[in-house]
């Protein structure tokens, strides 16, 4: 671009667009309209450019008009594939919108759209490395102590093991005891209690309903005074 196009950009093309685009272009998703008028100015710039390419005289007005139509109709300076749901375009075209995970949901401050979404299940990651640790300590064991393990795993009881290895019940408990020892050598103190402890997120998911439960009782209807004392201070 010559300076002289840079120039016309800068005086005469960019304030019609930064007066024009806040009163008659309509943010789509996340966007501003700082940034409407950013991508507007980008995309005169490019057919300012383009003009002088060609050998053509850059009409400020024209371009300006031209830039500002573009950013309506859902096209920007990186883009105008309306086929992609992230598109500006594509939100025009069949009424969407992008909202954030942290969105309340139903008006629910406590609840977000990212809590009602989330998924049950362990992350994927964690079960493939709690398997790699585990596979790692059943290695450390012997084999009767590994096949206890095993067949503990497919539900047998400590009486159906002891009848398995021909030995006594009490001495299948004291082996279910010295594994358990070498569990919390192996991976720490604490595995035991993780193992069947709930997630975090799940706690705080579960805990944000119960109070949205709560919150939505009649304290009326509870037939423990205390109960509702404790409702009636909590929430009001």
């Not at 490019?46 to 009409?59: D, F, H, I, Q, S």
């Not at 010295?178 to 035991?192: D, K, S, V």
Request: proline fraction near 5%; charged fraction near 30%.
């Amino acid at each position: 671009m010559s300076p002289s196009a840079a120039l016309m950009l800068e005086k005469e093309i960019y304030p019609i667009i930064r007066n024009t685009i806040p009163r008659t272009v309509r943010p789509m998703g996340c966007e501003d309209p700082e940034e409407l008028v950013q991508d507007a100015t980008a995309s005169a710039a490019e057919m300012v450019e383009a003009m002088e390419r060609a050998g053509k005289k850059p009409l400020p007005h024209s371009i300006a008009y031209y830039s500002i139509q573009r950013c309506k109709s859902g096209r920007r300076s990186y883009g105008d594939i309306r086929a992609d749901v992230m598109s500006p375009g594509f939100q025009l075209d069949h009424e969407n919108a992008i909202c954030s995970m942290e969105d309340p949901v139903c008006g629910e401050e406590d609840l977000t759209v990212g809590d009602a979404i989330a998924s049950k299940s362990e992350d994927t990651a964690a079960k493939v490395l709690r398997q790699i640790d585990w596979d790692a300590f059943l290695e450390t064991l012997d084999s009767r102590k590994r096949r206890i393990v095993e067949e503990l795993m497919l539900g047998f009881g400590t009486g159906d093991i002891a009848r398995l290895f021909g030995i006594t019940a009490p001495r299948i408990v004291q082996l279910k005891r010295e594994i358990a020892e070498e569990i919390r050598n192996f991976m720490g103190e604490e595995i035991l209690v993780d193992s069947g402890r709930e997630s975090v997120w799940e706690r705080d998911i579960r805990c944000l309903r119960e109070k949205n439960e709560w919150k939505h009782m009649k304290i009326d209807r509870l037939d423990d005074p205390e109960q509702s004392n404790i409702a009636q201070a909590m929430f009001g």
